[in-house]
């Protein structure tokens, strides 16, 4: 059917991995994808202003909402596995003392949702894809966490709030629509955000950062005006200077030599992602578990090094089909950035505080 197509490009064993570039088949159009070419000369870095190097973590937690766009029923067993999932990170970050960002998709913080009309959320908007089937809540089970785990998930939230290491819950839509597609008007995007910012006043929480489904951006516009203060962004690759293309990105695998950081966008922030975690990745299964975690953790001490920016971000799902290779290379990567912080060479920030120290830093 069209919405099997609607990502080009390399998916994860799940629902596929959200790329930095995201293609509708309707429009053919790149979105999501500023462009940025890398500021740095020979020697010199396109650093964090004097912030000093900073360390973010931020998580995508979508379960079965992440494969909706695909428009059709889906297996939702692998999904059960992410509880086990946010339970390790969760333990992980508490020993170690580090704090993330959660984006949490809104309708995971229902413990049951249902209605005997049309929709099961007729008061929301949806949007309306040319290449999707039918209506984006069409899969929407109406049932409760307990017959429909991967779809509600307030027990999920309780736990990141939980943490004896304070972490942020952060938005990732309500129900993981593509706002940057062409075809999600603005009063849909609007739709949506309202509905996610309710669940959330609803339990208690303030919404400030946004992470865009599929890291699709567009109507940045309805975040600000909704009183966010930052949102993620994908970055290009730092390619060395005066190099671009495929020659850039192989040194950069290399020896990376630069980082983005973040920029202003009004009043709001946004903050480049640098590294996707994925233990299942072709690079991850090709060098094996010691040395793929030795390469994150040099990402990290080059940042340490420059005094820029290591974003670390993933989806839980990316971590659960080899959780123990993810295990080993967070613990190892935790305990490096807790040495490294101890130390005085490193901060630990959410996106919110980093946007917040970035705003001090560099005014509008």
Known sequence: MAGQNFMKGRRSRAHGADNEEVRSPAHAV????PHFTSLCVAGTLHGMTGMGAQFVVSIDLEMSWG??????????????????????VLGLMANHGISATWAVVGHLFLASCGGEGISPHPEIEPPRYGWLDGDWYDLDPRGTVADNPTWYGPDLVAAIRQCSTPQEIGSHSFAHIIAGDPECSREAFAADVAAAQAVATAA?????SFVYPRNSIGHVDVLE?????????????PFRAGLSGLPGRILHK???RAAPSPSRHGSMVSIPHTYLFDPDSKNARRLGDAAWSRLVQSRLLHAIRNESLFH??????????NQDRAHRAMDELFGLARREIDAGRLRNSTMEELAEQWKAQVPA
């Open 254 to 256: 290399v020896r990376p």
């Open 204 to 208: 208690g929480l303030d919404l400030k």
């Open 30 to 33: 790149t979105l999501a994808r």
């Open 225 to 237: 005006d909704a009183g966010f203060t930052n949102y993620r962004r994908s970055a290009s690759p």
């Open 67 to 88: 494969a909706v766009h695909h428009g059709k029923p889906h297996d939702d067993r692998p999904y059960l596995r992410e509880r086990e999932v946010v339970e390790d």
């Open 312 to 321: 670390l971000w993933f989806h839980t799902h990316n971590l659960a089909t």
